[in-house]
């Protein structure tokens, strides 16, 4: 038989394979048609993010400053001298409550939310603005301690609010904040703010509650019943830490919503800003090697195979992974991929994409999900299309090369 038969023969046996139905496809794979499906598989999901609105992030500021425990004021109250050292007998003012002496204190509020004065004792001025706390400083001097209470009322310095800011920012530290900054935003901006690309923030938070109805709640409390020999009568044990996590994520197809509670840190609080670790997909076929990254996890280096890495502020679809993979041509690699992907119940679903068609309709497309697996086919069509690419040169210009070899050289040929 001659070369050219035996190329023709070979022709038509492979031609008869590949119009079977591709059963000698081994790494061909069945899939739901990517034009059958909804458009939530061809929304882009990175692109249309709306993540969180900043703002949301800070707490209400009242108009005016209210005073609470830990403030330093400073404190002056003239003529202090009180009412039965007056009219004593014997007063000429020399005492050290003179009537032209005006006492100067400075004194911070207490964890009660009140400052203890001479004379009065314990006022409480918690919650008060520092008008309010001057006037009812003279109420209470008015009331049978001064004849002519003047008394005036400084903040010397605002309470603090005492943080740690880690993770995907410029300066990450402890900070200690006003107390009317004590919130997510103004965190974020004292650690100099978060680096490009971050996904997520959390807020750590520590709150005591205390274990039941009676319980003491404050640390110097639980000191003294400590020591105590018996514990008193409906005392049910000291506070409770109760921890938790305020998961606040930077983009998504939707407005993040904050209150501003949700927004207000506390002495102790810890503020995450994460980045996900790298999403990736796989393709399995005929790729280039120059693009073909190797994945691990873990100490054990357990080998993950060829990935890709999606990019983190984008999204891509289909056509877009196989040509980042590597994709060689139509003619050397197939046309057609079968995409393996988990659903949301753990399901494999497959999707079967034509990459050719998908170049002019976007129906027939899909968007990548990090953990897809992308094949591509070698179907009919890829094997049909191969065979004729190969054959059909050979079977031309065979004769034409014999011819010609025998006219330049016809001892080459036996």
């Known amino acids: 038989m001659s070369t050219?038969?035996?190329?023709?023969?070979?022709?038509?046996?492979?031609?008869?394979?590949?119009?079977?139905?591709?059963?000698?496809?081994?790494?061909?794979?069945?899939?739901?048609?990517?034009?059958?499906?909804?458009?939530?598989?061809?929304?882009?999901?990175?692109?249309?993010?709306?993540?969180?609105?900043?703002?949301?992030?800070?707490?209400?500021?009242?108009?005016?400053?209210?005073?609470?425990?830990?403030?330093?004021?400073r404190i002056r109250i003239s003529e202090l001298v009180p009412f039965d050292q007056r009219n004593a007998s014997g007063f000429d003012g020399s005492s050290t409550f003179a009537a032209s002496q005006t006492s100067t204190l400075d004194l911070e509020v207490s964890k009660q939310g009140?400052?203890?004065?001479?004379?009065?004792?314990?006022?409480?001025?918690?919650?008060?603005?520092?008008?309010?706390?001057?006037?009812?400083?003279?109420?209470?001097?008015?009331?049978?301690?001064?004849?002519?209470?003047?008394?005036?009322?400084?903040?010397?310095?605002?309470?603090?609010?005492?943080?740690?800011?880690?993770?995907?920012?410029?300066?990450?530290g402890y900070f200690r904040l006003p107390e009317y900054e004590a919130d997510i935003a103004h965190a974020i901006a004292s650690a100099g703010g978060m680096l490009p690309l971050q996904d997520e923030i959390q807020v750590h938070q520590r709150r005591v509650k205390p274990s039941g109805q009676g319980a003491i709640s404050t640390a110097s409390h639980v000191l003294e019943r400590a020591v105590m020999p018996q514990a008193p009568q409906g005392y049910l044990g000291p506070p409770k830490n109760e921890l938790s996590v305020l998961q606040i994520p930077l983009r998504n197809s939707g407005q993040t919503h904050i209150s501003p509670q949700q927004a207000e840190l506390a002495d102790g609080d810890i503020v995450m800003v994460r980045k996900f670790p790298d999403q990736v997909f796989f393709v399995v076929g005929k790729l280039s090697a120059i693009s073909q990254v190797r994945f691990s996890t873990g100490n054990g280096n357990r080998d993950l195979g060829n990935g890709f890495v999606l990019p983190p502020d984008r999204d891509i679809d289909v056509?877009?992974?196989?040509?980042?993979?590597?994709?060689?041509?139509?003619?050397?690699?197939?046309?057609?991929?079968?995409?393996?992907?988990?659903?949301?119940?753990?399901?494999?679903?497959l999707i079967k994409v034509d990459l050719i068609a998908a170049r002019f309709n976007r129906l027939e497309n899909v968007m990548v999900q990090p953990g897809d697996i992308i094949y591509l086919n070698p179907d009919s069509a890829w094997w049909i299309r191969r065979t004729l690419d190969r054959m059909v040169p050979a079977l031309i210009s065979r004769p034409y090369s014999e011819l010609m070899q025998r006219l330049i050289d016809p001892r080459g040929l036996n």
């Not at 209470?149 to 993770?167: A, D, F, N, Q, Y």
């Not at 196989?322 to 003619?331: F, K, L, S």
């Open 4 to 73: 050219y038969r035996k190329y023709l023969y070979c022709f038509v046996v492979l031609l008869a394979i590949a119009s079977g139905g591709g059963c000698y496809a081994p790494m061909s794979s069945p899939g739901i048609p990517a034009a059958t499906l909804d458009d939530s598989f061809r929304i882009p999901f990175k692109s249309q993010s709306f993540g969180v609105n900043f703002a949301s992030l800070t707490r209400n500021i009242p108009e005016q400053y209210l005073l609470g425990p830990g403030d330093l004021v």
């Open 114 to 172: 009140s400052v203890l004065l001479p004379l009065v004792g314990h006022v409480e001025i918690d919650g008060l603005t520092v008008d309010m706390a001057r006037r009812r400083m003279v109420s209470v001097y008015a009331n049978g301690f001064l004849d002519d209470p003047k008394i005036s009322v400084i903040l010397l310095e605002k309470r603090t609010v005492g943080i740690m800011v880690l993770g995907g920012v410029a300066n990450p």
């Open 319 to 349: 056509v877009t992974a196989v040509a980042m993979a590597g994709y060689i041509d139509p003619i050397d690699s197939p046309t057609t991929v079968t995409v393996h992907r988990t659903g949301k119940d753990g399901s494999p679903l």
